[in-house]
């Protein structure tokens, strides 16, 4: 199941989070956007900052959202503390697919993955859909403070990874 609300922090903060789990998906939201659909804007985690630490032992691992999906954007957000999952791990979002965007963002803490894809800010941002026209990108973010490390390489200090389809969708980082 995918989040596809709005969820605004108000600028508030979230103190202490603790998510410790075996699944995939993890960080205050699991998943948010809707899979396979072309939305702008169909959800948006905004105006929030949280400290605290996840550990998960699957992928798709991140502070703020484990997966963000077609319409997803998480905007004007941080994470201060520790990711640690498997795969496509990042500070902020876990993995970026068919349309997700992080905006205004930053993390501070470290990024470990135990196989591959840690970024800063996000762990992978994956670009296409099956007609292979959405967009995904990555504004105005950073990170900093600690280290972003992978067992089997492919780290960045804003993505571990970029992966565009062949053909129309672009990816952007600014």
Same mark, same amino acid.
């Given at each position: 199941?995918?989040?596809?609300?709005?969820?605004?922090?108000?600028?508030?903060?979230?103190?202490? $989070?603790?998510?410790?789990?075996?699944?995939?998906?993890?960080?205050?939201?699991?998943?948010?956007?809707?899979?396979?659909?072309? +939305?702008?804007?169909?959800?948006?985690?905004?105006? $929030?900052?949280?400290?605290?630490?996840?550990?998960?032992?699957?992928?798709?691992?991140?502070?703020?959202?484990?997966?963000?999906?077609?319409?997803?954007?998480?905007?004007?957000?941080?994470?201060?503390?520790?990711?640690?999952?498997?795969?496509?791990?990042?500070?902020?979002?876990?993995?970026? +697919?068919?349309?997700?965007?992080?905006?205004?963002?930053?993390?501070?803490?470290?990024?470990?993955?135990?196989?591959?894809?840690?970024?800063?800010?996000?762990?992978?941002?994956?670009?296409?859909?099956?007609?292979?026209?959405?967009?995904?990108?990555?504004?105005?973010?950073?990170?900093?403070?600690?280290?972003?490390?992978?067992?089997?390489?492919?780290?960045?200090?804003?993505?571990?990874? $970029?992966?565009?389809?062949?053909?129309?969708?672009?990816?952007?980082?600014?």
């Amino acid at each position: 199941f995918y989040f596809a609300g709005h969820y605004d922090g108000n600028y508030h903060t979230i103190k202490n $989070l603790n998510c410790k789990t075996s699944n995939n998906y993890a960080g205050l939201f699991g998943r948010i956007g809707e899979n396979d659909k072309d +939305y702008t804007d169909i959800c948006v985690i905004s105006n $929030l900052s949280v400290y605290g630490n996840v550990d998960s032992d699957g992928y798709a691992v991140g502070g703020i959202a484990g997966e963000a999906c077609s319409g997803a954007t998480v905007k004007n957000c941080s994470f201060t503390g520790s990711v640690n999952g498997k795969s496509d791990v990042g500070g902020i979002v876990g993995m970026t +697919y068919n349309g997700g965007y992080v905006i205004n963002c930053y993390h501070n803490g470290t990024v470990t993955a135990t196989n591959t894809w840690a970024g800063g800010v996000i762990g992978s941002v994956r670009v296409g859909n099956t007609d292979n026209s959405v967009d995904s990108g990555v504004y105005n973010s950073y990170h900093t403070g600690g280290a972003v490390s992978a067992t089997n390489g492919n780290v960045g200090g804003v993505a571990g990874r $970029l992966e565009k389809a062949d053909k129309k969708p672009s990816c952007s980082i600014t």
